[in-house]
T-cell receptor, first 116, second 114 residues
Framework: NAGVTQTPKFQVLKTGQSMTLQCAQD?????MSWYRQDPGMGLRLIHY???????DQGEVPNGYNVSRSTTEDFPLRLLSAAPSQTSVYFC???????????????FGEGSRLTVL | SQQGEEDPQALSIQEGENATMNCSYK?????LQWYRQNSGRGLVHLIL?????REKHSGRLRVTLDTSKKSSSLLITASRAADTASYFC??????????????FGKGTLLTVNP
């Protein structure tokens, strides 16, 4: 199994450009999420989804959009990139949603984004 | 805001020694998880402990949870150079609202010197 696959691994954008970070998982997980990791800040939750057609905001959702049309895919869209969005982005999924509680998260290898 | 906070921020030990990292959190939880991150890689799940458990073991890892103090500790015994990584705790929030949000601390950077 490939697990959680993120593309691209590296991306450089100019301020104002838009792009989509792709995330796909082949484990039939209902729960998927996006985090950003910045030095000294740990991981912060951007958006998450508990199934196809269901998404919700995390801690830092501004400037990002998501959708979940299939169980496998959970793309993250930056509509107008800003330098503050320079970060490493991680997608994660989980199979163990017990009573609304995600269990073990499986992470992708990350997408490193630089906005100039 | 971060639900969990790890302590210390950085820890340097010699191979063979034990490493202890702590995590404190603010609100009631359903479970607490520990993850490892090697430099430039994604996070890898280590262990999950539920709020009604006090201790859990997995190989050289020992995790304790004290819900009265809202704290957890991760002990790595007989450390190896390959254990060099950042370690994070992650918690949900059981008091009201959505429990789907897993929040991470800022991590402890462990360096194991050969």
């Amino acid at each position: 199994n490939a697990g959680v696959t993120q593309t691209p691994k590296f991306q450089v954008l100019k301020t104002g450009q838009s792009m989509t970070l792709q995330c796909a998982q082949d484990m039939n997980h209902e729960y998927m999420s996006w985090y950003r990791q910045d030095p000294g800040m740990g991981l912060r939750l951007i958006h998450y989804s508990v199934g196809a057609g269901i998404t919700d905001q995390g801690e830092v959702p501004n400037g990002y959009n998501v959708s979940r049309s299939t169980t496998e895919d959970f793309p993250l869209r930056l509509l107008s990139a800003a330098p503050s969005q320079t970060s490493v982005y991680f997608c994660a999924s989980s199979y163990d949603v017990e009573l609304g509680i995600p269990g073990e998260l499986f992470f992708g290898e990350g997408s490193r984004l630089t906005v100039l | 805001s971060q639900q969990g906070e790890e302590d210390p921020q950085a820890l340097s030990i010699q191979e063979g020694e034990n490493a202890t990292m702590n995590c404190s959190y603010k609100t009631s939880i359903n479970n607490l998880q520990w993850y490892r991150q090697n430099s430039g890689r994604g996070l890898v799940h280590l262990i999950l402990i539920r709020s009604n458990e006090r201790e859990k073991h997995s190989g050289r890892l020992r995790v304790t949870l004290d819900t009265s103090k809202k704290s957890s500790s991760l002990l790595i015994t007989a450390s190896r150079a390959a254990d060099t990584a950042s370690y994070f705790c992650a918690t949900d929030a059981s008091s009201g609202g959505s429990n789907y949000k897993l929040t991470f601390g800022k991590g402890t950077l462990l360096t194991v010197n050969p």
